[in-house]
């Protein structure tokens, strides 16, 4: 194995361990959010309506994102 494979094996393999950290940290943050709920209406007095819109902004921020990720492109693309 020459020294380029070497890199790019553990390039592999370093892309692969940020990108399953990341992964994680979103599922963390987006589906762990809810089961805070509870200490959220105990502490700061929230409604479940209250509570529940606080748990929905991340997911609706996802959302939004990927909506704008989406759309159609306006103007010239490079084509290069």
Same mark, same amino acid.
């Given at each position: 194995? &020459?020294?380029?494979?070497?890199? %790019? *094996? %553990? %390039? ?8 399953? $950290?990341?992964? *994680?940290?979103?599922?963390? $943050?987006?589906?762990?959010? /809810?089961?805070?709920? /509870? ?7 929230? *409604? ?9 902004? /991340? *997911?609706?921020?996802?959302?939004? &994102? ?15």
């Amino acid at each position: 194995m &020459t020294s380029v494979d070497v890199t %790019r *094996t %553990r %390039r592999r393999w370093l892309v692969l361990a940020v990108g399953v $950290f990341a992964q *994680t940290a979103a599922c963390s $943050f987006v589906y762990g959010l /809810p089961f805070v709920v /509870p200490l959220l209406r105990d502490s700061a007095g929230l *409604t479940l309506a209250q509570a529940g819109a606080y748990v929905g902004a /991340p *997911t609706v921020g996802l959302l939004c &994102t990927l909506v704008l990720w989406g759309r159609p492109r306006t103007g010239p693309v490079n084509a290069a």
